[in-house]
């Protein structure tokens, strides 16, 4: 791969980074340390209804799944930033073929090819 692709690939790698870290912060933020009282500004404790318990409780597991999520995602850009680093990027783990550059373009992160990608899905990786 052309080193002025590599770069372009490395600048939307850590555009993406940035914008994801930002999300998990803000999540964070609203999922540990907000809640409906905080929200609304009700100083009892007691909650005022089983339902608002239950409806917090989603809303703070629904926010830590998301967190997870692109908490992965940024280690997956954090690895595809490191194959750049030892030039190794567009090349497929698993088989060593280069990744399509328009796979690349959609998935810039992605480290198996298309073919890899689908044994890996199938648990045959």
Do not use: W
């Not at 790698?13 to 999300?23: E, M, P, Q, S, T």
């Not at 997956?76 to 497929?92: P, Q, T, V, Y």
């Not at 198996?112 to 648990?123: A, F, L, Q, V």
């Amino acid at each position: 791969m052309r080193a002025r692709d590599l770069e372009n690939f490395q600048k939307l790698l850590l555009a993406k980074r940035r914008v994801l870290a930002g999300d998990v912060n803000g999540l964070e933020q609203a999922a540990l340390h907000n809640s409906r009282q905080d929200a609304s500004g009700d100083l009892s404790k007691v909650p005022l209804d089983m339902a608002d318990i239950g409806s917090d409780n989603f809303e703070q597991e629904f926010a830590l799944g998301l967190i997870e999520t692109e908490q992965a995602t940024i280690q997956e850009i954090d690895e595809a930033l490191e194959r750049i680093e030892n030039k190794s990027f567009g090349k497929c783990i698993e088989c060593g073929h280069p990744i399509p550059p328009t796979r690349l373009r959609v998935k810039p992160h992605a480290k198996y090819c298309i073919e890899c990608k689908r044994r890996e899905e199938k648990g045959l990786l």
